[in-house]
């Protein structure tokens, strides 16, 4: 699922080269959410790290990310964590106009109504397959 969320830059890191084939930069997004604002850290990887060059801290975005999970083994002990990977950002005010969008090229679908309680958060469903079905999955929930 593609998410969406808009808020003021708060901080933005300079890129790290990970390994020989990954590179990753992270910025953290201030979103007001009731009466505390809430710092939420996002990460773009590969070719979408400059994405937000254009921008600088205090800017208002719209930032439309995917929520990502892996699990690993370690040792023997499992690990798991979790990611917000943006692929778009865009100013706020941008209203939909293409020529302020900073994602590639990519346009976002109009988004249905937001379901939860932070009506700066939406999802949408996406286009690609899903990563299993329910018959492949053997999760409780």
């Known amino acids: 699922m593609a998410y969406d969320v808009t808020g003021r830059l708060h901080e933005i890191f300079d890129e790290q080269q990970v390994s020989e084939k990954f590179r990753k930069r992270e910025f953290v997004l201030e979103v007001q ?4 604002p809430e710092h939420i850290k996002f990460q773009m990887v590969q070719d979408k790290t400059s994405l937000i ?36 950002i865009e100013p706020a005010s941008g209203g ?34 899903p990563i299993a079905s329910d018959d492949d999955n053997d999760l409780p929930f």
């Open 53 to 88: 060059d254009p921008f600088k801290m205090g800017d208002e975005v719209k930032v439309t990310f995917n929520l990502r999970g892996r699990g690993f083994n370690k040792n023997g002990q499992m690990l798991y964590f979790t990611n917000l990977e943006a692929w778009k």
């Open 96 to 129: 939909g106009n293409a020529g302020n969008s900073y994602g590639g090229g990519q346009q976002a679908a109009p988004r249905p109504a937001a379901q939860n309680q932070n009506p700066t958060l939406r999802a949408q469903p996406s286009s690609a397959a």
């Open 33 to 36: 959410d009731g009466q505390y």
